[in-house]
């Protein structure tokens, strides 16, 4: 606060310092004038002395004759035709000519007294002595006793050069004079010229008057200036301070709104990352792109395949989707370019190949993680102005979704590396084991039916030591293969360990999954395999088959039975699915393969 105040009270300060300064200097400088012209003045009055005097004495006969007739009655008017003959200046005739008869009447006393009287000036007469021989204030009988004054500064700069001039007080007056004399010759009655000094004084009170009168408009100048300063300083403080608060209005609203949206970013990002499949990532985006991206009539995600050569519509909002649920990448503009593609860019409407001829802009945003291309957002606007508004904010969801969509992704490939067989594809035994808890443990399974098939690869040693381990990993995938198109939805294929293979059927009741084995052997034994070119000959399997009698059956019960029941099939011949003895009567057990065909049929 404080700062501010300095910083709006700086300008006021300095303008009103150099008006007053300027005109403070405006005031001494004129005073100075002053004195030069009051100066002047006085010279010229001295001057106009000095000529009367002069014509005094060389006319003082012919004066006394016309007496009555020579005072003027105009004194100002003849003042100034005095002083305009002393400057030669007179535009009438002049006053040797034609007045010198008026002049020669004229009493120098009088004359003196008039000047003195019209110019408000002293005027005092002075010998080459020094001694005053007249002056305009002064008595016959005063003159008597004023000092001499050839000491004075004035008169004898006056004798010496022609003119002096001074300024001091006065004591005989009380106050500040300025004095001005000039030296004048004048020829007495008998011939003798002799210097005179004729001497003009006025009080300085009169020029004090005038400087007082000129501080005081410099004075209401300089409040009057320093009120103008401060009202537009104000004025200017309000106006700012009126901007400041709409600035710092918007700025709050602004800052408000990247708040909410980079809050809904963060929603977002966190609520997809806590996703576990693609589908409910999908529907995380729904309501956040409604606030994140005002004015988008319709928006969908296309991911692309693993494969490469096509992208399938993961989900839409808003409005209904126009575009195509399936494309290829050649159809798409942003992935041939490798970034943002908008339909009308600068007044050309270029379209992608899977969007929809229509009347509003759309706009597709690769989905890029890493730099890997995951898929595409797609959106919809009615006009350019409200795309261009929501672009910068579309264009960080994008890699939003596009990072939230790559970590998925990543999770789920290693997830599936930590529950999957590397070789054959199919889930390992860790996996099997929760599977199995979830199945056997949780209150909702309990009750259902559970069956378990363990099998086994008749002669998978020596096989592998008859055609190499090669042979044998091609064998595995092959049967794996096979075992996964042959089982249902809900059945799991895991591989146990080894040539061994676990099929886990919930759900399924123990005369369905006798089917299915019996059903998994003929068609192991039924393939004729073949690795480089080489025949292999018959591949057959051993299958145990166990079920859940009742909630007490655990885990390890029922793959000691199975494993029990795989063992039998072993000792029975292989190429068999033996049913555990203690889930059924000896009479129903199937021991070969051959009991599950229609008669005249070969095992294989």
């Given at each position: 606060?404080?700062?501010?105040?300095?910083?709006?009270?700086?300008?006021?300060?300095?303008?009103?310092?150099?008006?007053?300064?300027?005109?403070?200097?405006?005031?001494?400088?004129?005073?100075?004038?002053?004195?030069?012209?009051?100066?002047?003045?006085?010279?010229?009055?001295?001057?106009?002395?000095?000529?009367?005097?002069?014509?005094?004495?060389?006319?003082?006969?012919?004066?006394?004759?016309?007496?009555?007739?020579?005072?003027?009655?105009?004194?100002?008017?003849?003042?100034?035709?005095?002083?305009?003959?002393?400057?030669?200046?007179?535009?009438?005739?002049?006053?040797?000519?034609?007045?010198?008869?008026?002049?020669?009447?004229?009493?120098?006393?009088?004359?003196?007294?008039?000047?003195?009287?019209?110019?408000?000036?002293?005027?005092?007469?002075?010998?080459?002595?020094?001694?005053?021989?007249?002056?305009?204030?002064?008595?016959?009988?005063?003159?008597?006793?004023?000092?001499?004054?050839?000491?004075?500064?004035?008169?004898?700069?006056?004798?010496?050069?022609?003119?002096?001039?001074?300024?001091?007080?006065?004591?005989?007056?009380?106050?500040?004079?300025?004095?001005?004399?000039?030296?004048?010759?004048?020829?007495?009655?008998?011939?003798?010229?002799?210097?005179?000094?004729?001497?003009?004084?006025?009080?300085?009170?009169?020029?004090?008057?005038?400087?007082?009168?000129?501080?005081?408009?410099?004075?209401?100048?300089?409040?009057?200036?320093?009120?103008?300063?401060?009202?537009?300083?104000?004025?200017?403080?309000?106006?700012?301070?009126?901007?400041?608060?709409?600035?710092?209005?918007?700025?709050?609203?602004?800052?408000?709104?990247?708040?909410?949206?980079?809050?809904?970013?963060?929603?977002?990002?966190?609520?997809?990352?806590?996703?576990?499949?693609?589908?409910?990532?999908?529907?995380?985006?729904?309501?956040?792109?409604?606030?994140?991206?005002?004015?988008?009539?319709?928006?969908?995600?296309?991911?692309?395949?693993?494969?490469?050569?096509?992208?399938?519509?993961?989900?839409?909002?808003?409005?209904?989707?126009?575009?195509?649920?399936?494309?290829?990448?050649?159809?798409?503009?942003?992935?041939?370019?490798?970034?943002?593609?908008?339909?009308?860019?600068?007044?050309?409407?270029?379209?992608?190949?899977?969007?929809?001829?229509?009347?509003?802009?759309?706009?597709?945003?690769?989905?890029?993680?890493?730099?890997?291309?995951?898929?595409?957002?797609?959106?919809?606007?009615?006009?350019?102005?409200?795309?261009?508004?929501?672009?910068?904010?579309?264009?960080?969801?994008?890699?939003?979704?596009?990072?939230?969509?790559?970590?998925?992704?990543?999770?789920?490939?290693?997830?599936?590396?930590?529950?999957?067989?590397?070789?054959?594809?199919?889930?390992?035994?860790?996996?099997?084991?929760?599977?199995?808890?979830?199945?056997?443990?949780?209150?909702?399974?309990?009750?259902?039916?559970?069956?378990?098939?363990?099998?086994?690869?008749?002669?998978?040693?020596?096989?592998?030591?008859?055609?190499?381990?090669?042979?044998?990993?091609?064998?595995?995938?092959?049967?794996?293969?096979?075992?996964?198109?042959?089982?249902?939805?809900?059945?799991?294929?895991?591989?146990?360990?080894?040539?061994?293979?676990?099929?886990?059927?919930?759900?399924?009741?123990?005369?369905?999954?006798?089917?299915?084995?019996?059903?998994?052997?003929?068609?192991?034994?039924?393939?004729?395999?073949?690795?480089?070119?080489?025949?292999?000959?018959?591949?057959?399997?051993?299958?145990?088959?166990?079920?859940?009698?009742?909630?007490?059956?655990?885990?390890?019960?029922?793959?000691?039975?199975?494993?029990?029941?795989?063992?039998?099939?072993?000792?029975g011949g292989r190429n068999r699915a033996v049913v555990n003895s203690d889930n059924m009567p000896p009479a129903s057990n199937i021991t070969s393969i051959d009991d599950a065909k229609p008669s005249g049929q070969d095992a294989g």
């Open positions: 606060m404080y700062k501010r105040f300095a910083l709006f009270s700086m300008p006021p300060v300095v303008i009103t310092i150099v008006l007053v300064g300027s005109l403070t200097l405006l005031s001494f400088y004129y005073e100075k004038m002053l004195v030069n012209s009051t100066n002047e003045r006085l010279k010229q009055v001295a001057d106009v002395a000095a000529m009367v005097f002069r014509k005094e004495v060389h006319h003082e006969e012919g004066a006394h004759a016309h007496d009555e007739e020579a005072i003027p009655t105009d004194d100002e008017a003849f003042l100034d035709a005095l002083i305009a003959e002393e400057d030669g200046t007179a535009s009438a005739p002049s006053i040797d000519e034609d007045d010198a008869h008026k002049q020669d009447l004229v009493n120098f006393d009088e004359l003196i007294d008039q000047i003195a009287t019209t110019t408000g000036s002293r005027i005092t007469l002075i010998d080459q002595n020094g001694a005053v021989l007249g002056d305009s204030t002064l008595a016959e009988l005063d003159l008597l006793s004023v000092d001499n004054h050839a000491e004075r500064p004035e008169v004898a700069a006056a004798l010496e050069t022609g003119i002096g001039r001074d300024e001091r007080y006065s004591d005989s007056k009380n106050a500040d004079m300025l004095y001005v004399a000039v030296k004048a010759y004048i020829t007495d009655h008998y011939g003798v010229t002799s210097p005179y000094v004729i001497r003009a004084a006025l009080p300085r009170t009169m020029i004090s008057h005038q400087m007082h009168q000129i501080w005081l408009w410099v004075a209401l100048i300089s409040f009057a200036g320093i009120a103008c300063v401060i009202a537009i300083t104000l004025f200017f403080n309000r106006m700012m301070d009126k901007q400041t608060a709409r600035e710092q209005a918007g700025l709050k609203a602004e800052v408000k709104e990247r708040t909410r949206e980079l809050s809904l970013m963060q929603q977002l990002g966190s609520l997809m990352s806590a996703c576990t499949t693609m589908d409910s990532a999908a529907k995380v985006v729904h309501p956040v792109a409604d606030k994140l991206l005002p004015g988008c009539t319709a928006g969908a995600i296309s991911l692309i395949k693993s494969s490469r050569n096509r992208l399938d519509m993961l989900t839409s909002w808003g409005d209904e989707w126009q575009g195509a649920d399936r494309f290829e990448p050649s159809e798409c503009w942003a992935l041939l370019k490798g970034h943002a593609h908008c339909s009308d860019d600068e007044g050309l409407e270029i379209r992608c190949g899977h969007s929809h001829d229509g009347h509003d802009v759309q706009v597709c945003i690769p989905l890029v993680a890493q730099g890997e291309t995951l898929g595409i957002l797609h959106l919809s606007y009615p006009d350019k102005e409200h795309l261009e508004a929501n672009h910068a904010m579309a264009e960080s969801m994008a890699e939003q979704i596009g990072l939230a969509l790559a970590n998925m992704r990543l999770r789920e490939d290693l997830r599936q590396q930590a529950i999957r067989d590397p070789m054959t594809g199919l889930f390992n035994r860790r996996h099997m084991m929760d599977f199995l808890e979830q199945q056997v443990y949780q209150p909702e399974n309990q009750h259902k039916p559970l069956s378990l098939m363990m099998i086994d690869l008749d002669h998978f040693k020596r096989f592998n030591d008859t055609f190499g381990h090669d042979a044998g990993d091609y064998v595995l995938k092959q049967v794996a293969i096979e075992l996964r198109q042959a089982v249902g939805k809900n059945d799991l294929i895991c591989r146990y360990g080894g040539e061994e293979i676990c099929i886990i059927c919930p759900g399924r009741e123990l005369d369905a999954t006798r089917e299915l084995a019996l059903e998994l052997v003929h068609r192991i034994a039924g393939q004729g395999m073949q690795f480089n070119g080489q025949a292999l000959g018959n591949i057959t399997l051993s299958v145990g088959v166990t079920t859940r009698r009742d909630n007490e059956t655990s885990i390890e019960k029922m793959l000691k039975e199975a494993d029990d029941a795989l063992y039998e099939a072993k000792e």
